[in-house]
């Protein structure tokens, strides 16, 4: 039993709104996979929910007409995982969703409560800040888009405006056309874990296969949000496909993450194996892409 | 401050049922008090054990993290609900029994019913895929080892490959 | 014969079928639900409470703080025998509620409301006001002259520092020659992470407190409860259901008899005590975490001249099982690799920290994890081959503990080791991983284990047997030996029903358990009950036997030594002709107009023998060094527990154990906040236990030499499989790399220190 002051279901979108506008105090709960533990920790205790999790409309994943792929932010893991849009064309993010928490969590968890908590170690975030994702918001004022390295303002904190709501999470065509990926999490077991590092890599080969036309390589837990790293992807782009390539851009990282020394891990360890990640994540989407590493 | 109900509808182990439910309710809380699902156990409470495991519209969800009001209009299945009229036993029920799958039993219904999950594919699933969804299942006892069998054993017997 | 077969469990029907009842699933709806409050501070005292926000919350029936303990009456918690010598009694340092705190997370206040929202809205409302005193976290720290003091009784916060002397060590290091090995081997503190938490409640019936609670010691929660109420013994009864796993935490008195003074402070109604996951981590009980200093003079040709051991364990803040846990550790030392020449010292060490008490193995993962660590650091020092090193070191057949009087009657680790060397393929995986380079290694490394079975002679042992005899020819079954999802229930009906002469299906375990009905019995620790139980069964089966077949003879005529039963049938063993079926027996001994008797037996057996319970575990690992991860690819047990019962069930015990020594080797650990002593990861995702992908498949071999002191041939089986397979891990792990981890887990927190120092990183 929560405690639970009051709970608002919403039907559609537009309803959702109009709850939020009238009780606006209260939270939103999509899979509630973090919301209830919250309350039951007793730091949410006593909240007004509008829960959103009935709303169908804001499931699945489809093409818009200009060919982005557009992932309803309802989404369950296990349900972008099987996607055939996402397997297809960046199967990275399926991957990344499959590695949240154990089954039961990516049966409810959705990418939408993943990304609007705002936390770093979010398994499905480092991959969409990868490629360069654009999130969907929906507020009394209508519909906006913003990147999603601008949706993220800090820790726990998120660009929502009061009434608004995250309905979907869209990937451009450009974004993802001719890219393959690799994202590689980071914990202390198999299952049933939070990220301590999560990097997601990706890459434009040049049709020859032996120039790095673009990468982008992204982290969790790098910092206090997740973030892509400009150095590096400065040190790769425009570069031979050449074991000296991945090591310069590996090596470029520790330009740009401030990781935290904590007690999941600490600062020194996680820079070490944040360069090791992004050699490997590097070295598998060149490979990916039918690129060959050489001396 | 006064409480807030909601009327539900929903399908429990096959018959249609009716409830008022506590918004503030668990899925856990609504089946173990108010149906008496006791295989319904609860081991953590914020979905990290997997003991509360059931299936909602044939998906594996942690009860303990979903709301009981979110059962409305849903088809709701716990072990109990494996047991045939006369008490007979499922295929995987026996198999746990077979392979000495079963320990303290206090995990037993929650993976029992993840497995169920996956036996409905109907597909035949790699050992690694197996144990990736069965990962959401903390047990202390049988160090995995004989629930692995038993799905695995079941799911080639399903298939006729054994 | 149903004993060394592997017959299904008899309450696996149940289990499967969700039938089988467990504490929650008992407690009516009525009850009243209780919730503790726990210090937030790590040492000191409670100066005041304020409560007038709580006692507004609505649902709220009552909120105690412990200065409404009025009468104080210390107790202590492990479950052990009692002893009627005080000298050996648990110290008695445990009250209901404590305004001294102690750890982070002491007992001070507790809410009874009438449901759970309420009691935690309640919770939070609580406002306490503490003195605070500086604390203390590291073992040895704690030991300093100066330290902050936990119990005033004990200078330099030692609980216990025992000592064995063998020999004379100081002058057998004076040998020309001698190559001396020394290292510090530590263990974490790690917790037994049973699904089921601890759960109890309480309710008043007549002139008795009835507490039903999932624990492993239904009797010993009696006596105790007792205790701390100061009420007559017999004025407490205590109902044990099924129980969702202990391992050892639930052989210790946690909270029932906070949850029986809960239930008389609100006028004996019902009180449910249901303690979350975070809760159960770090205010039930923990593993002792142990540091082991220990050095080795060794001789060239890879002999022991003289050996030392210091350890040093982390009791935290109550005495719970104490010393108990070190000294078995430190008394297995002298006993593994026998030398003439030994100095032990162990400390048991208060610190503020949750309390340790009893988990799976007693002592004996940690010593093991330090002196199999070790051993491979004297092997690498000396260059010795840690296989032909150990199968010359290792206690020899014929060996006899002087006080135990434990023998080692078989060559049980050469076989051990020898069959589960050829089950991973040793031979040829430790020639082939020899000299890798590259940032991916594989090794593979051994580990022995010392187990000792039950509790003889340090404290009693005994078990009480019951059987009655129904109309149909069953009977029942009932022991003060605990099923605890170990199988016992099954184990005990397969050795009654050979022991009778009956079909299996005629036995009846009553496996829920009640100390008003329940024969007297210390239950579930020590990995004993098979072997003590079986005893009891033996005996009283052939009491029961006896009466049955006198029974038979005023029936039949036939002198009852010319009888037998047989698969439930009285036979006349001269001719093997069925005279009659127990059936038909039975039901005239009850119904008998001129003869009636209800047939049934008791007894106690008092045992006074002990068994080694030995074996190994060889792990292969991979090693990816630049990432400072460990990947178990094979592992295999082998045990000789003696004859085997159940064979199914004792391989899937031993798969158990694998598991919590895989946590333990690889990945669990309890930790603090050293600014404030607040434990940082007590739930199930920030505490790592091993899942479902964690493992390889997990190979459990037996050799079974019939154990000669045991009434079956069989003994303890319960904890050894968790005792070896940590320091076989670590071993891989150098036999891979060259690095020898100096604490428990190997994970990468761990390992990234360790490559860093050895510079592979």
């Known amino acids: 039993m929560y405690d639970i002051k009051a709970l608002y279901e919403a039907e559609s979108v537009e309803d959702a709104i109009r709850l939020m506008q009238e009780h606006p105090e209260a939270q939103i709960i999509a899979g509630g996979s973090d919301v209830l533990v919250q309350i039951r920790e007793g730091r949410r205790a006593g909240v007004e929910l509008v829960s959103i999790y009935g709303i169908d409309a804001m499931r699945g994943v489809t093409f818009d007409d200009e060919g982005a792929i557009r992932i309803g932010s309802l989404t369950s893991f296990s349900h972008i995982a099987v996607s055939p849009i996402i397997q297809e064309k960046i199967p990275v993010l399926g991957e990344a969703v499959s590695l949240v928490g154990g089954p039961q969590i990516r049966n409810i968890g959705t990418i939408g409560g993943n990304t609007c908590n705002g936390v770093t170690s979010a398994d499905s975030a480092s991959t969409l800040f990868a490629w360069d994702a654009i999130v969907e918001l929906t507020g009394p004022e209508g519909v906006r888009r913003l990147p999603i390295q601008e949706f993220y303002i800090k820790a726990g904190k998120v660009a929502l405006q009061p009434a608004e709501l995250q309905t979907a999470i869209i990937i451009p065509k450009k974004s993802y056309e001719g890219y393959h990926g690799n994202y590689i999490k980071y914990a202390m077991r198999e299952a049933m874990d939070i990220a301590n590092l999560g990097c997601s890599v990706n890459v434009l080969l040049s049709e020859d296969k032996q120039t790095i036309a673009d990468v982008r390589i992204a982290y969790g837990v790098a910092g206090p949000i997740p973030m892509r790293v400009p150095s590096a992807e400065a040190a790769g782009k425009g570069q031979k496909v050449c074991k000296e390539t991945v090591e310069a851009f590996s090596k470029a990282v520790l330009e740009d993450i401030h990781p935290r020394d904590s007690w999941r891990a600490a600062k020194a360890f996680r820079e070490h194996i944040a360069v090791e990640m992004a050699k490997r994540a590097l070295s598998k989407s060149i490979e990916l892409s039918g690129g060959e590493i050489r001396e | 401050m006064s409480k807030q109900y909601k009327q539900i509808h929903c399908v429990i182990n096959g018959k249609e049922r009716e409830a008022m439910v506590d918004v503030r309710a668990s899925l856990t809380d609504l089946l173990r008090n108010d149906f008496r699902l006791t295989s319904v156990k609860k081991g953590c409470e914020v979905g990290e054990c997997g003991a509360c495991n059931v299936l909602v519209n044939g998906e594996c969800f942690n009860s303990c993290i979903y709301l009981a009001v979110w059962a409305d209009g849903k088809e709701i299945l716990t072990l109990e609900g494996l047991e045939g009229p006369n008490g007979e036993i499922s295929d995987i029920q026996q198999a746990f029994i077979d392979e000495a799958a079963v320990q303290c039993g206090f995990c037993t219904p929650g993976a029992i019913m993840s497995a169920v999950e996956i036996l409905n594919e109907g597909r035949e699933l790699s050992d690694e895929e197996i144990r990736i969804r069965m990962s959401g299942h903390l047990c202390r006892c049988t160090g995995y080892e004989n629930i692995f069998r038993a799905v695995k054993k079941t799911m080639l017997k399903r298939l006729g490959k054994e | 014969m149903y004993t060394g077969q592997s017959v299904k469990r008899v309450d696996a029907f149940d289990k499967v079928t969700g039938r089988c009842k467990y504490t929650d699933d008992l407690c009516d709806r009525k009850a009243y639900i209780a919730r503790i409050l726990h210090s937030t501070i790590a040492n000191g005292k409670v100066v005041s409470f304020d409560t007038s926000e709580a006692e507004k919350v609505p649902g709220v029936v009552k909120i105690l703080t412990c200065f409404d303990l009025t009468e104080k009456h210390y107790f202590p918690t492990a479950g052990h025998p009692w002893s009627t010598d005080p000298g050996h009694q648990d110290v ?416 009846h375990v009553v496996s829920c358990q009640d100390t008003d009905v329940t024969p007297f019995g210390t239950s579930a620790y020590a990995s004993r009950q098979t072997y003590i139980a079986g005893f009891s069964i033996r005996q009283t089966g052939l009491q029961l036997k006896e009466k049955i077949l006198d029974y038979a003879h005023e029936l039949t005529r036939m002198p009852a030594f010319n009888l037998d039963i047989q698969d439930g049938n009285i036979v006349r063993t001269t001719d093997g002709r069925v005279l009659m079926t127990l059936e038909e027996l039975a039901t005239e001994a009850l119904y008998s107009l001129t003869n009636s008797r209800h047939i049934t037996a008791e007894s106690t057996y008092q045992i006074k023998s002990n068994a080694y319970s030995f074996g190994c575990t060889i792990a292969e690992v991979e090693v990816d060094i630049p990432m400072c991860r460990a990947k178990l690819l094979n592992v295999v047990n082998c045990h000789d527990a003696g004859k085997l019962i159940n064979p199914a069930l004792a391989e899937a015990q031993v798969h158990g154990g694998m598991s919590m020594g895989i946590g333990f080797g690889m990945s669990e650990k309890l930790i603090f906040d050293e600014k404030t002593g607040r434990p940082l990861n007590n739930n199930l995702l920030d505490y790592k236990l091993s899942t479902f992908l964690d493992h390889p498949t997990l190979m459990a071999e037996f050799v079974e030499n019939p154990e000669p002191t045991s009434a079956f041939g069989t003994k303890g089986l319960g904890e050894p499989p968790a005792c070896s397979v940590a320091p076989a891990i670590r071993n891989a792990i150098f036999h891979a790399t060259g690095v020898g981890l100096k604490n428990a887990p190997a994970n990468p927190h761990n390992l990234f220190k360790a490559f860093k120092e050895a510079n592979l990183i």
């Open chain 3, 92 to 507: 008695a340092d445990r009250l209901i509620l404590t305004e001294r705190v102690r750890f982070y997370g002491d007992d001070i206040a507790a809410v009874v409301a009438e449901d759970e929202v309420a009691a935690a809205q309640a919770l939070r409302l609580i406002k306490v006001e503490y003195e605070e005193y500086p604390f203390v976290l590291d073992v040895q720290k704690a030991m300093e002259d100066g330290a902050p003091l936990l119990h005033e009784e004990y200078p330099n916060n030692i609980l216990k520092h025992t000592q064995i002397r063998q020999g004379d060590y100081e002058k057998a290091i004076q040998e020309p020659g001698l190559i001396k090995v020394e290292g510090w081997y530590e263990t974490p503190t790690v917790q037994h992470c049973h699904i089921e938490n601890f759960i109890c409640y309480a309710e008043k019936e007549g002139d008795k407190i009835v507490v039903t609670s999932s624990t492993q010691i239904p009797h010993i929660v009696r006596r105790i409860v007792g205790q701390a109420l100061g009420i007559g013994w017999g004025n407490v009864r205590v109902i044990k259901p099924y129980i969702g796993g202990g391992f050892g935490n639930k052989q210790d008195i946690l909270y029932e008899p906070l949850c029986a003074w809960l239930s008389l402070q609100t006028g004996g109604h019902l009180v449910k005590l249901d303690v979350p996951r975070e809760e159960t981590f770090v205010c039930n009980r923990v593993r002792h975490s142990i540091r082991n200093h220990i050095i080795s003079w060794v001789r060239p040709d890879g002999t022991y001249a003289a050996r030392k051991l210091e350890a040093f364990s982390d009791q935290g803040a109550y005495a719970s099982h104490g010393h108990s846990i070190c000294a078995k550790g430190a008394g297995a030392f002298p006993q593994l690799y026998p030398c003439p020449n030994v100095e032990v010292d162990a400390y048991t060490v208060f610190t503020n920290k949750p309390v340790a008490g009893a988990m799976r193995g007693y002592g004996i993962p940690q010593a093991m994890w330090a002196v199999e660590s070790h051993t491979e650091d004297v092997c690498a020092a000396i260059g010795a081959d840690p296989l032909e090193f150990r199968r010359k070191n290792l206690m020899p057949v014929g060996y006899v503990d002087g006080f135990s009087k434990n023998e080692n009657y078989f060559d049980s680790f050469n076989q051990c080791l020898d069959k589960a060397m050829k089950a991973i393929d040793y031979e040829k995986k430790v020639k082939k991983y020899q000299n890798q380079t590259g940032d991916i290694r594989r090794g593979i490394g051994m580990a022995v284990f010392w187990y000792n079975t039950a509790v003889w002679p340090i404290s009693l042992e005994s078990s009480s047997c019951r059987m009655v005899l129904n109309q149909d020819g069953s009977f029942q079954l009932q022991l003060g030996e605990t099923e605890i999802g170990q199988g016992a229930d099954t184990a005990f009906a397969q050795m009654a029903a050979d022991v009778v002469g009956v079909p299996m299906d005629k036995v």
